[in-house]
């Protein structure tokens, strides 16, 4: 009761607890355990159930109530050592003077001096993208406004990287996304778009924005092809499948920019990709985009800042460095549906680029997990308690109950 007083006291508590009793009962002390599920099954050979068993799930449900592998994709990488900018870990706040010293020396540099500079960079180039995008767009569809637009975007988008003090690196540019194709990245940043726009362009794909990213948004269909939708709107999503499917069909268009996670993920995974962009059809081009954290943090928390605040965090940090990946290009196999062939594309970003795969849709950032996955959780631990030798006496339908 004491300790129930406290905040935290009884989640202690209750950890000591299940830490002496697996002491007693189970193999060592408690840790986390990266096994799948698939192995643990397989691991257990006892036909009946044993009361110790009870210890499996205790574990399990603290590391998901403790850290689990989902929501913390949704916030900043934590980083291994300070970088000089705003603390990822609150649990470290003085370190020594000097130090101390070095980082107030930093903040002068890159508030004064600077962010003043950058962010006249970034007025011009947002400015000349609005102000060009536009004029383009009062142009008859031509060869020439085709032209000017490519102009106007590559010229716009490199002055903007330089706002960002960005230092890209690309590789195999052998592989670089040609007309006609779709190029699937993973996606961290709004930037990314401009990343991957400062090396050529790309009729993009993607949700409607408010504010200065809608703006944007509005100037630049004007003189490009983009395909911009609501992310609400089941309707839209038809049209917009239905739009890409005839860009895809003309070879001479730009090639199509989609990021099928459908959010930003902290830059340490790539998660889902929604098959939508798989089922159209056409050559999958895939690139893969790693920030280094170490100079700037990239990721945006859209549930935290908006595009104005987000600018400001990234301009005040000491640079923006990244890789870009061009993979050679991807078809879908014979017999393979969208599911497998989206999956399969998302493993070469992963291994190409370093993250972390993940099976969990992007969309838990905003929406509550589905009933189906949790079906799937309890019919795999059903799996462990309900032993080959007891499922046969046991009716029908009981195991997945």
Known sequence: KTCALKEGGCISSWLVLVQMLWKLFGPGIIERDETPMEKEIAGLHR???QFSDIFYFCRKGFEAIVEDEVTQRFSS?????????TRTNVNFHYISLRLTVVWVIGVIVRYCFLLPLRFTLAAIGITSMIVGTTLVGQLPNSSVKNYLSEVVHLTCSRILVRALSGTIHYHNRENKPQKGGICVANHTSPIDAIILTNDGCYAMVGQVHGG?????????VKACPHVWFERSEIKDRHLVTKRLREHVANKSKLPILIFPEGTCINNTSV???KKGSFEIGGTIYPVAIKYDPQFGDAFWNSSKYNIVSYLLRI?????IVCNVWYMPPMVRKEGEDAVQFANRVRSAIAHQGGLAELPWDGGLKRAKVKDSFKE??????????????????????????
Request: hydrophobic content about 40%; overall charge negative; aromatic content about 10%.
């Open 77 to 85: 990488e934590e980083l291994v050592s300070w970088n000089l900018l």
């Open 315 to 319: 301009m005040t940090s000491w640079a």
């Open 212 to 220: 200065l990213m809608g703006v944007i948004q509005r100037a630049t």
């Open 47 to 49: 036909m009946e159930f």
């Open 376 to 401: 799937e959780q309890q019919k795999n631990y059903s799996k462990m308690l309900v032993r080959n030798g007891s499922i046969g006496s046991l009716p029908t339908g009981t195991e997945s109950d």
């Open 271 to 273: 998660m889902m990709f």
